[in-house]
């Protein structure tokens, strides 16, 4: 695999969904329209509650209703499914197979990284990885194994001391995003606020009016 999101990975980063399925208020096959017209840039297949099958299946869906959009794909954790699903980019944590491992392997897929600290941010240096995630920005229920909440503050000292382009990430919504447009990143990383949105075309797009 060649990853043709590559040449311009910070503009994938503006609005980075991380899909929880179980939360959504509508139908799949309706909610991923609607986020990509109202300006996601990248969704993030997370789902960690399914199934590996049921992710993959969700994975075939998601591909089929962006295959004619520019959207960047990524999968969360797991480099077996971004194998089956022939996605080129994964997202791996502190917790997860070391990055330079899957860049050793395949290196042609981008990796993205989570940091929380300086040292997490060393190992995404010698990782070579694409992008790394930066945070938690704020408190969040979306993770059950969340890491010292480091803030905007935060965020602003790690990512001021690389040239990865990053992505401010947890419990980021409409009444607080504002707090992370300039610290840096490229953009943000929302799953709760859009994916229990009753109307995700309209969140998705007052998002993007942070980082247009």
Not at 70 to 81: A, E, G, K, S, Y
Not at 117 to 124: R, S, T, Y
Not at 142 to 148: F, G, N, S
């Amino acid at each position: 695999m060649c990853s043709k999101y590559r040449q311009k990975i910070s503009d994938y980063l503006k609005l980075y969904l991380i899909l929880e399925t179980d939360m959504l208020k509508i139908p799949l096959e309706e909610f991923i329209p609607q986020v990509v017209s109202g300006g996601v840039t990248a969704i993030q297949l997370r789902d960690k509650k399914l199934t590996a099958k049921q992710r993959y299946e969700n994975g075939l869906k998601i591909k089929e209703l962006t295959k004619d959009k520019d959207v960047m794909i990524t999968v969360n954790d797991r480099l077996d499914l971004a194998l089956a699903l022939e996605i080129d980019v994964i997202h791996v944590g502190v917790k997860d197979i070391p990055p330079y491992v899957i860049k050793d392997l395949y290196p042609d897929i981008l990796v993205g990284y989570s940091c929380n600290n300086i040292e997490d941010l060393e190992v995404a240096e010698k990782s070579k990885v694409s992008y790394v995630g930066v945070g938690p920005a704020f408190l969040t229920s979306t993770k059950d194994d969340l890491r010292p909440l480091i803030g905007p503050d935060g965020i602003k000292e790690i990512v001021s001391k690389t040239d990865i382009p990053a992505v401010a990430i947890g419990g980021i919504n409409l009444q607080n995003c504002h707090q992370l447009v300039d610290i840096g990143v490229k953009g943000v990383a929302v799953s709760s606020e859009i994916c229990r949105s009753l109307s995700p075309y309209e969140t998705s797009k007052k998002f993007r009016e942070f980082f247009p």
